[in-house]
């Protein structure tokens, strides 16, 4: 699996943002591909490279269903009957 992510990453956030890619793909059954670009499309041009960044104070299941489901408290939630959030976002 290769990142190729739309925003900045080090080695540690680019290894986490991958895992988070891969458990996406693992527990809502879509590609790696898709998980992938989940991901960058969620976090596009922005800078992750910071050490103490906020997204290392989730876990990579907690950031999976985040960014996979439309819904923000998709967690305090019966997940079989939420919607995904629409990818790839439609070009204006």
Excluded at 11 to 34: D, K, P, R
Excluded at 63 to 75: L, N, P, T
Aim: hydrophobic share 35%; net charge negative.
């Amino acid at each position: 699996m290769k990142g190729n992510f739309d925003f900045k990453t080090n080695l540690e956030t680019e290894i986490f943002c991958l895992e988070i890619a891969l458990c996406m793909s693992s527990i809502y059954n879509i590609t790696e591909e898709e998980a992938v670009g989940r991901v960058s499309e969620f976090w596009s041009g922005l800078d992750l490279t910071r050490e103490d960044d906020m997204i290392f104070h989730e876990s990579t299941e907690h950031w999976a269903g985040h960014i996979y489901f439309e819904d923000q408290f998709w967690w305090k939630k019966d997940v079989s009957q939420l919607a995904p959030r629409r990818y790839p976002k439609k070009k204006s």
